[in-house]
């Protein structure tokens, strides 16, 4: 595996492999990998001749009081992990590669429709942090897939969105999220979870799977579902952000037509705010 953190380097080895009639495949992360990553880099790595992971923890989508500082960050166990998973190329720009101009005047990306609710209404501005990285990303390494997790079914929706408006070339793929064996979502955050909180934190996938059989019931009282889901998650300490219910492919409260649904919960426990969904 080759290490790099220039973007010029990388739009060379791009280039060669590109004449060579080599397909690549790309997962962007922000590092403190684990094996829904691997899963992540396992799935390009089935898609395309060549694999990129890129690690950067972006500055733009961390709000002043969120944990940009301390954002777990263990580069020599990510490198060698990408390593076993025979990745091709490992790029990490600094933030000056990134934003020359500093992160205040940069060029942004907006999705206006789907980057101020949910998540974005708790956090605002992250996803144009969010929109601006992955453009920059997915425009310097031009691959023919990009890859990204299901758990951040809001950040992915926002993607392809995205990616759709702009008319860019690479193909948005979602993996299902990868669970520990309790049903907990793997996430670089559950590391915040004190052990006493990791004992608690699968209640998060119990209490969605409550509402899902709910929705497959044939319960339609959307209001009554979120509430009792909210309910449930206070019960067992979490503080919830939002337990909702939503069309899978608008993000907007389901309609009579509506055929394909995804319940979202964000919730801290502790210091971790923890994301999950389920789709019906």
């Known amino acids: 595996m080759k290490s790099i953190a220039s973007p010029a380097e990388l739009r060379q080895i791009l280039k060669e492999w590109r004449r060579d009639g080599q397909r690549v495949a790309f997962v962007p992360t922000m590092g403190n990998l684990h094996a829904g990553h691997g899963h992540l880099v396992r799935e390009a790595g089935k898609r395309a001749d060549r694999v990129v992971v890129s690690i950067f923890v972006n500055p733009l989508q961390f709000g002043p009081k969120e944990d940009f500082d301390r954002y777990p960050r263990t580069p020599g166990e990510d490198a060698a992990l990408l390593e076993s998973l025979n990745v091709d190329l490992l790029f990490s720009p600094s933030v000056a590669d990134m934003y020359p101009r500093g992160r205040d005047s940069s060029t942004l990306v907006d999705v206006p429709d789907l980057s101020g609710i949910l998540c974005g209404e708790f956090r605002p501005g992250h996803f144009v942090g969010v929109a601006t990285v992955v453009a920059m990303l997915l425009d310097l390494v031009q691959a023919d897939c990009a890859l990204f997790g299901e758990k951040d079914f809001q950040q992915l929706t926002i993607i392809r969105r995205m990616a ?5 070339p690479t193909e ?8 520990e064996a309790d049903g907990l979502a793997m996430s670089s955050r559950n590391r915040y979870l004190t052990a006493t909180e990791r004992v608690i934190a699968p209640q998060l996938y119990a209490t969605l799977s409550i509402a899902r059989n709910a929705l497959l019931s044939g319960k339609a009282d959307y209001a009554t579902i979120e509430a009792q889901g909210r309910t449930i998650l206070a019960s067992h300490g979490f503080r919830p952000d939002y337990f909702t219910v939503r069309d899978a492919v608008t993000l907007q409260v389901p309609g009579p037509d509506t055929v394909d649904r995804v319940i979202l919960v964000a919730a801290w426990l502790g210091r971790a705010r923890l994301l999950d969904n389920v789709r019906v």
């Open 172 to 179: 948005i793929i979602g993996v299902p999220t990868i669970r």
């Open 164 to 168: 759709e408006d702009l008319l860019m």
